[in-house]
């Protein structure tokens, strides 16, 4: 699916696409750090709170279902949805607010999977680097996130800090439609391609695994930070905001280190990392502590959904019925984070339901180990994850 290269598409459209991925990156993390502000004012149990989670990434599922099969309508109609779900959940009821999720989860789901799609198409060469500086700015949306709700917080003006951003969705959407965008119809000569995949399955269920992880581990954090000792009044909004700007830093390192490394040795540490830091939130003892195991986290979390992405690129362009791929890792969004807040009011420990992101690291290093196997015994070359287009029935 060539995206037509002219240099309008590329000098204005591309850097207004580029703002509306970080966009999308401060509304998905939103829930994380307004966590303990919804505990408190709905009375929310922690497994309530992780269904509120799960309603956002449900919408996300359903968006990112539709994305692949027209790129260009996916942005258009998703960005507005971004915007009216945010604007709404400034004023809704608690009840009402799992709606507002629900309508700017499918906004994310269109927006996200269309330009991650359209960032792909347009770089074979060099397609990790630039995917992981796509997903760098989505992480200074992350990073936004927090700061805007503390922000706005200190200031008594949250609701408008929504409307903030509900309106800067709205800008960036009149842009787009002003934009020299690529019509729908370079779409139509994609082949069919295999919808299902063994590559497509593959990617389906690490997508799954690893959003699920990120998802759980962002949105609880804050809650779990205020759940230790020598707790302040900030702690929540500094853990949180720890783990996005390691995410952030994470990124724009590994952007610059896949011009030089072998792509297969940074997701091979990326995942040791990643496993080290999920391991202290499991032994941490003081808000100190889940701040360190933050950072860990996320740091060795940055570079692998890019990654992942650029292996399976290929496979989801040659087909316009990949776009259940995507909904995979929303539906890990949801589920995820949900059965962590199930495992917490279950036990009465949310130290306790960290086992499940941590378990969901582990299934990706033991997946990843059976596919390094499996080219090898085939002749691949190791952790080229992606067999191409076509190439696996």
């Given at each position: 699916m060539p995206i037509p290269a002219n240099p309008r598409l590329r000098s204005r459209l591309l850097v207004v696409l580029y703002l509306e991925f970080m966009l999308t990156g401060a509304v998905t993390t939103l829930l994380g750090p307004l966590m303990p502000l919804l505990v408190r004012r709905c009375s929310m149990s922690d497994a309530a709170a992780g269904s509120l989670v799960a309603a956002q990434f449900v919408g996300g599922f359903m968006g990112s279902l539709f994305a692949n099969r027209n790129l260009r309508g996916s942005v258009f109609l998703g960005v507005p949805l971004i915007s009216i779900g945010v604007g709404a959940l400034a004023f809704s009821s608690c009840n009402l607010s799992y709606l507002c999720a629900i309508c700017y989860g499918v906004g994310l789901g269109l927006t996200m999977a269309a330009i991650?799609?359209?960032?792909?198409?347009?770089?074979?060469?060099?397609?990790?680097?630039?995917?992981?500086?796509?997903?760098?700015?989505?992480?200074?949306?992350?990073?936004?996130?927090?700061?805007?709700?503390?922000?706005?917080?200190?200031?008594?003006?949250?609701?408008?800090?929504?409307?903030?951003l509900?309106?800067?969705?709205?800008?960036?959407?009149?842009?787009?439609?002003?934009?020299?965008?690529?019509?729908?119809?370079?779409?139509?000569?994609?082949?069919?391609?295999?919808?299902?995949?063994?590559?497509?399955l593959f990617f389906g269920f690490l997508f799954f695994l690893y959003v699920g992880l990120e998802t759980s581990v962002g949105d609880w954090t804050a809650l779990y930070?205020?759940?230790?000792?020598?707790?302040?009044?900030?702690?929540?909004?500094?853990?949180?905001?720890?783990?996005?700007?390691?995410?952030?830093?994470?990124?724009?390192?590994?952007?610059?280190?896949?011009?030089?490394?072998?792509?297969?040795?940074?997701?091979?540490?990326?995942?040791?990392?990643?496993?080290?830091?999920?391991s202290l939130y499991l032994f941490a003892h003081s808000s100190l502590q889940v701040l360190l195991a933050a950072s860990a986290t996320a740091l060795g979390l940055a570079p692998i959904f890019p990654l992942l992405l650029s292996f399976a690129s290929d496979s989801m362009l040659a087909s316009r019925n990949s776009g259940w791929v995507f909904s995979s890792a929303s539906l890990g969004g949801a589920l995820v984070p949900w059965l962590t807040g199930r495992v917490s009011a279950e036990f009465g420990s949310l130290r306790a339901a960290f086992l499940v992101p941590a378990a969901a690291a582990a299934l990706i290093v033991v997946l990843s180990l059976f596919r390094l196997q499996r080219n090898l015994r085939s002749g691949k070359p190791p952790l080229t994850l992606s067999a191409g287009p076509g190439a696996e029935r």
């Open positions: 991650n799609l359209i960032v792909a198409s347009r770089h074979s060469e060099g397609r990790a680097s630039s995917l992981t500086l796509l997903n760098f700015l989505w992480g200074v949306g992350a990073l936004s996130s927090p700061v805007l709700v503390e922000w706005a917080q200190r200031h008594q003006c949250l609701e408008w800090g929504l409307i903030g509900s309106i800067a969705g709205l800008g960036l959407w009149l842009a787009t439609l002003l934009g020299d965008f690529p019509s729908p119809s370079v779409q139509g000569t994609r082949s069919g391609g295999s919808t299902y995949s063994s590559s497509l930070a205020t759940r230790m000792q020598h707790v302040n009044d900030s702690v929540a909004a500094a853990s949180v905001g720890c783990f996005w700007l390691a995410l952030l830093l994470g990124r724009l390192l590994n952007a610059a280190l896949l011009r030089r490394i072998p792509e297969p040795i940074i997701y091979w540490l990326s995942l040791t990392v990643a496993l080290g830091g999920i």
